[in-house]
């Protein structure tokens, strides 16, 4: 990229990824900046599930899955055809299994809310779940079914984010940001270990880090399917979740300094939200004002509220 880019992005996560594809399908000069590689974060090691039932009791962040997942169903197909990379996506049947009675009754408040982006969600008793999985253990009480529960590789998912964001001039560029520069209040530029790139108008999608303890899942998908035990273990894959306190993403305008955006805190559904994430702070940042979804609610000033 020779001139100055128009707007640059922190982090090539499938947030950072997704907000480059719509910005840059709106005519935005892109560029991504990653201390590591495209996908070398969270969006690496996701398990890449696109569950369709509520997420929580707020209603912000059902209507941000909902949103999310009607928008992936179209994404998704048009992605493979636009860069050829195979996202593995899949829909089948889904059942998410309940051990304990606090589960049972989980299972059953879910099943009698709508489904999210049009599923059809149903209770089975331990028996009639057994029916369907033979596998499931006797210690199964019953689960949620659904009737479309989608998957992808959520590292080719984020790769074909990138090609696609690519193919619409999006370009990509190994760098740590280390710093922002800034001049009355507006950003002038990012700070990188190789020297600052001029810009007035920056998206942080940094993700964050933790881990996983993989004993502790290995007990738990043995409680679920005791076969399993005769299974080799073939990879193992940790890494973080970048999770707000609320569960909530924020996605904003910093409050401090004018040109700097958020699109962060998407916690253990970063890649289900990539594409409403994406394309509602695509919108924020080219419109002011986005269209997708309402801007009040995934602003960090919800913390301060709640706190007064
Ligand atoms: C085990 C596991 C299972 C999961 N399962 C699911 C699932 O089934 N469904 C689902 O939707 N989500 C799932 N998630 C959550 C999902 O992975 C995350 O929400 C999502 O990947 C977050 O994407 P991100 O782009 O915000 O962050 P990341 O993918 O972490 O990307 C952030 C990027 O920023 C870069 N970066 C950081 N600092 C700098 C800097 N200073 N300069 C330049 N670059 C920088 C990093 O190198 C990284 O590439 C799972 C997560 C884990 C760990």
């Given at each position: 990229m020779t001139a100055s880019p128009e707007i640059v992005i922190v982090g090539a996560g499938a947030i950072g990824c997704a907000t480059a594809y719509y910005l840059a399908r709106q005519g935005a000069k892109v560029l991504v900046m990653d201390r590591e590689a495209i996908g070398a974060g969270a969006s690496f090691h996701a398990t890449g599930l696109f569950s369709p039932w509520r997420a929580s009791s707020n209603p912000a962040l059902n209507h941000l899955f909902d949103t999310s997942l009607r928008l992936s169903q179209e994404l998704l197909p048009r992605l493979k055809e636009e860069t050829g990379v195979d996202t593995f996506y899949q829909v089948a049947q889904?059942?998410?299994?309940?051990l304990r009675a606090e589960q049972v009754e989980e299972g059953k408040a879910l099943a009698a809310a709508p489904g999210l982006a049009g599923a059809k969600l149903a209770y089975l008793d331990g028996e009639e779940a057994r029916r369907l999985e033979p596998r499931l253990s006797p210690r199964v009480l019953g689960a949620l079914w659904c009737d479309r529960f989608g998957q992808v590789d959520s590292y080719r998912h984020t790769l074909a984010l990138a090609q696609a964001a690519e193919r619409s001039g999006a370009q990509f560029q190994a760098r740590q940001v280390t710093g922002l520069e800034r001049r009355a209040g507006k950003l002038t530029g990012l700070r990188t270990t190789t020297g600052v790139i001029p810009c007035e108008r920056a998206v942080l999608a940094m993700g964050a880090w933790s881990a996983e303890a993989r004993d502790r899942l290995i007990e738990h998908a043995l409680s679920i399917i005791p076969s399993l035990?005769?299974?080799?273990?073939?990879?193992?894959?940790?890494?973080?979740?970048?999770?707000?306190?609320?569960?909530?993403?924020?996605?904003?305008?910093a409050p401090t300094l004018s040109g700097v955006y958020l699109n962060t805190g998407h916690g253990h559904s970063g890649i289900l939200l990539a594409a409403a994430s994406g394309r509602h702070v695509a919108e924020m940042v080219i419109q002011g004002s986005p269209s997708l979804l309402k801007a009040e609610p995934y602003l960090p000033m919800r913390f301060v509220a709640k706190q007064q």
């Open positions: 889904g059942l998410r299994v309940a035990e005769a299974a080799q273990v073939v990879g193992q894959f940790a890494g973080p979740r970048p999770q707000s306190q609320d569960g909530l993403p924020i996605m904003r305008p």
